[in-house]
């Protein structure tokens, strides 16, 4: 079992930066992938972006690419997603999520955290 905390969200103007940290325990994070997700009120869950167990591969969604950057830092246990240029639309509450596989749906996901929320004013 891999318990995950979701930390960094707050208020934010538009044009402004945070970083979402994930930490992982319960057990080691380095063979899982993990990946950001995001959801809005009445709004489905969507993908941010993904990054592969060793770090080496990354997908960002189109509509946050050039913008957002997700790493790791497996002795950390702990993966980040660096959000810069924030605009009103990114608004949401943002999931870490893990995974053996390295995959882009909702649905593949077996472990995810309570998430945390972004704002951004405009």
């Known amino acids: 079992q891999v318990q995950l905390v979701e930390s960094g969200g707050g208020l934010v103007q538009a044009g402004g930066s945070l970083r979402l940290s994930c930490a992982a325990s319960?057990?080691?994070?380095?063979?899982?992938?993990v990946a950001w997700f995001r959801q809005a009120p009445g709004k489905e869950r969507e993908f941010v972006a993904v990054?592969?167990?060793?770090?080496?591969?990354?997908v960002v969604a189109d509509s946050v690419k050039g913008r957002f950057t997700i790493s790791r830092d497996n002795a950390k246990n702990t993966v980040y997603l660096q959000m810069n240029s924030l605009k009103p639309e990114d608004t949401a509450v943002y999931y870490c999520?893990?995974?053996?596989?390295?995959?882009?749906?909702?649905?593949?996901?077996?472990?995810w955290g309570q998430g945390t929320q972004v704002t951004v004013s405009s």
């Open positions: 319960g057990r080691t994070f380095s063979p899982y992938a």
């Open positions: 999520a893990a995974n053996r596989a390295f995959r882009v749906q909702v649905r593949e996901y077996d472990y």
């Open positions: 990054i592969s167990s060793s770090g080496a591969s990354t």
